[in-house]
């Protein structure tokens, strides 16, 4: 059993800056990538930014400069700095890993979801 338990969303003012954790936990063999989705009231899940076991990152272009994708290896645990909020990026936030347990099956897991609020 693999779990990812989120946390760090909250509500916050526009301009203003929240981080976002994740956390990976089980039996875990490898990761190969781990990142954010989003999903706003009322429409489909959207890719935020993902990072590879590697460090390599892919953002979406509506958060390009804002956001910050990073990953710690040793802890399992991926993070989601957010800066210059807008009321756009108002949304549940996904924490997503793809990757195989110790058993050699496919991981595509998903976190509970944080809410981010955005006020304007």
């Known amino acids: 059993q693999v779990q990812l338990v989120e946390s760090g969303g909250g509500l916050v003012q526009a301009g203003g800056s929240l981080r976002l954790s994740c956390a990976a936990s089980?039996?875990?063999?490898?990761?190969?990538?781990m990142g954010w989705y989003r999903q706003a009231p009322g429409k489909q899940r959207d890719l935020v930014a993902t990072i590879t076991s590697s460090g390599s990152t892919n953002y979406a272009d509506s958060v390009k400069g804002r956001f910050t994708i990073s990953r710690d290896n040793a802890k399992n645990t991926v993070y989601l700095q957010m800066n210059s909020l807008k009321p756009e990026d108002t949304a549940d936030y996904y924490c997503n890993l793809n990757g195989y347990s110790i058993l050699g099956v496919y991981l595509q897991v998903w976190g509970q979801g944080s809410q981010v609020t955005v006020s304007s």
């Open positions: 089980g039996s875990i063999f490898t990761i190969n990538a």
